[in-house]
């Protein structure tokens, strides 16, 4: 029985699932393909920079299988998933790694398409930065939206031009902006990402990115915690005590904090994060995703409140 005063829910969850908006949208679950294309990135090639974001390992891709062609990776991935969930699931092509708009414009019609081919494909989901939107790619984008279920994720990770820097982002947050509403004119559904527990952040400081979050109001949201993964500029960090990582109770806190900020119609793709255990040095504690989920729910029970519970609609 659902007892939850959240009103888009139907499992007694107090904020906007993923689960809830395919169930609404499609009457069944949805499963996610993750393919890796070969794409790099402006801030790993030197057009912008060198080397990444700080706590980048290889463009947030690895459990994919960039060796095999991109038909290859998405029957691949359609097979495992069969084999778990059984026969029928229908499927998002989902590219993740790297910076999914940043290669010639021919080269990304093509792969782009091509996956729409393959049977039980409902959707194309397209992870890049918003300093890779240029007036061609918004068209190809816009031409995607009208032949499937298109998202475009972007990697806000914060408002702070301060941490951007620290992170090593080589963009603006004005200019993550102009990239946002450049989708948002067109009608692109659109996926934000922001990252909690980054380099010299307060709590105050990271509300003040859900709030910049509420204003901005997206089609969704990815919210997860920071990762100190082997081999990275933040590794480095993290070994020579130059920063602090969250423990679970601070981020369970803040999270709850920051949904109460948040539009109620705003989705919550996703609300803590998955690291390569084989790489990951902290925190420990993100491994037990049960754990920081209940967590989170118990906290929301505990205070009574909800996903927009304070949220202020702008006018």
Known sequence: MNTSPFEYSLDNKRYHTLNYHNLKKYGHKIYKAVLDCGFTCPNIDGTKGFG????????????????LDTASQLKAEKSRIISKYGDGACFVAYFQANTNTYAPLE?????????LEEPNVCGISIGTRADCLDEDVIGLLQELSEKTDLTVELGMQSCHDKTLRLINRCYTHSEFRKGYFRLKAKGIRTCIHIINGLPGETDEMMLETAAELAMLSPDAIKLQMLHVIKGTTLADMFQKREIRILDRDEYINIIVKQLELLPPQTVIERITGDGDKSKLIAPMWSTDKLAVLGGIDKRLADLDTWQGKYYKKQV
């Open 107 to 115: 080269k990304l019609r093509k792969i782009f398409l091509s996956v």
């Open 52 to 67: 990444g974001c700080i706590f980048c390992d290889g463009g947030s891709g690895y459990f994919t299988r960039g060796d």
